[in-house]
């Protein structure tokens, strides 16, 4: 069975700073995806990053970027230049090929501080 | 807004009761989720559509839970005899072909 761990629970950046968040996950597969999720208080989850386990480079999207190391079950995500708005809860998430069902970290709450 | 909707986005219920949760995926998406969030959790899987077909329940459904989707649309969750313990979000998501999904507001449920 898959699982995935977030181990910080809370985390605080002062704005514009660099703040990474960490994931671990585990799983016997070699065909999977992993996901950030962003969850801002009361609002949908909304999709921050991806990465298919089968690409080397780490995804990108603009101020947020991933540290994949496929060998060590590492997933992290690096936030550059924090912003207010970027305080939420980010849920890790791990999706096996084929398949449908996310399986989720338990999150990390980010504060931002002014 | 095209995203997902559900309705109601908060619920308010005495143990023992019924409810009845609705979810309107993006238009076009042929699938669609439902997971649950307890409070200090991540989403769990609850259950999954492929158009209309339920492909899969999760063991977290226990009868008293039961979710439909007629004609490929809309979906609804129905939790009977509701007990403390099913006090949770309730997430509905969505999706076309691939791997990406996209989630609603969530409805929260509150059982006294």
């Known amino acids: 069975a898959q699982t995935v761990t977030q181990s910080q629970p809370e985390m605080s950046v002062q704005e514009a700073e660099t703040v990474t968040l960490s994931c671990t996950y585990d799983?016997?597969?070699?065909?999977?995806?992993l996901f950030w999720y962003k969850q801002p208080p009361s609002r949908q989850m909304i999709l921050v990053i991806r990465q298919e386990a089968y690409k080397q480079q780490n995804a990108t999207e603009n101020r947020f970027s991933v540290n994949f190391q496929k060998a060590a079950k590492s997933f992290s995500l690096k936030i550059s230049d924090s912003q207010l708005g970027d305080a939420a809860m980010y849920f890790c998430a791990f999706l096996l090929g084929g398949t449908y069902k996310y399986i989720f970290g338990t999150g990390t709450r980010l504060k931002v501080l002014a | 807004d095209t995203g997902v909707s559900q309705d109601p986005r908060h619920k308010i219920t005495k143990r023992g009761q019924n409810v009845t949760f609705r979810c309107d995926p993006i238009?076009?998406?042929?699938?669609l989720y439902w997971y649950r969030q307890t409070l200090g959790q991540g989403p769990e899987f609850l259950t999954y559509?492929?158009?209309?077909?339920?492909?899969?329940k999760s063991r977290l459904l226990s009868d008293r839970f039961s979710a439909e989707r007629p004609k490929g649309s809309f979906s609804t969750l129905e939790i009977q005899r509701t007990e403390q313990g099913d006090s949770a979000m309730y997430l509905c998501?969505?999706?076309?072909?691939?791997?990406?999904?996209?989630f609603g507001p969530g409805t929260r449920l509150t059982v006294l």
């Open positions: 998501a969505s999706s076309v072909q691939g791997v990406e999904q996209f």
């Open positions: 559509f492929q158009n209309e077909a339920q492909l899969e």
């Open positions: 799983t016997s597969e070699s065909d999977y995806y």
């Open positions: 238009s076009e998406h042929n699938r």
